[in-house]
Nanobody
Framework: VQLVESGGGLVQAGGSLRLSCAAS???????AGWYRQAPGKQRELVAI????????FLTESVKGRFTLSTDSSKKTMYLQMNVLKPEDTAVYYC?????????WGQGTQVTVSS
């Protein structure tokens, strides 16, 4: 299983980015999602699919701004991030899981300047 993130970068506050996570050896379903880790802080959940994969949960600070989705094959997962704020600056990681294990991507840096 391999997860490869892309789409990070430097953006001004109020701007948008779309992160992608391409999977090989697995498809995105229950409990797949995105996490982030800012400098000096613990990794935190940003957005995740529900256990049955039918809905999404977003952490309060990104509700109304971020959207979690996949393509029809469920082999690419996206995080659309709008109205970005400096506090969104972090390394963003995608996560997938199957019955055997949990898998993480290598991370992609998102930097939002004020």
């Amino acid at each position: 299983v391999q997860l490869v993130e892309s789409g990070g970068g430097l953006v001004q506050a109020g701007g948008s980015l779309r992160l992608s996570c391409a999977a090989s050896g697995i498809t995105f379903s229950a409990n797949a999602g995105w996490y982030r880790q800012a400098p000096g802080k613990q990794r935190e959940l940003v957005a995740i699919f529900s256990i049955d994969g039918s809905s999404t949960f977003l952490t309060e600070s990104v509700k109304g701004r971020f959207t979690l989705s996949t393509d029809s094959s469920k082999k690419t997962m996206y995080l659309q991030m709008n109205v970005l704020k400096p506090e969104d600056t972090a390394v963003y990681y995608c996560k997938a899981r199957d019955l055997a294990s949990v898998y993480w991507g290598q991370g992609t840096q998102v930097t939002v300047s004020s």
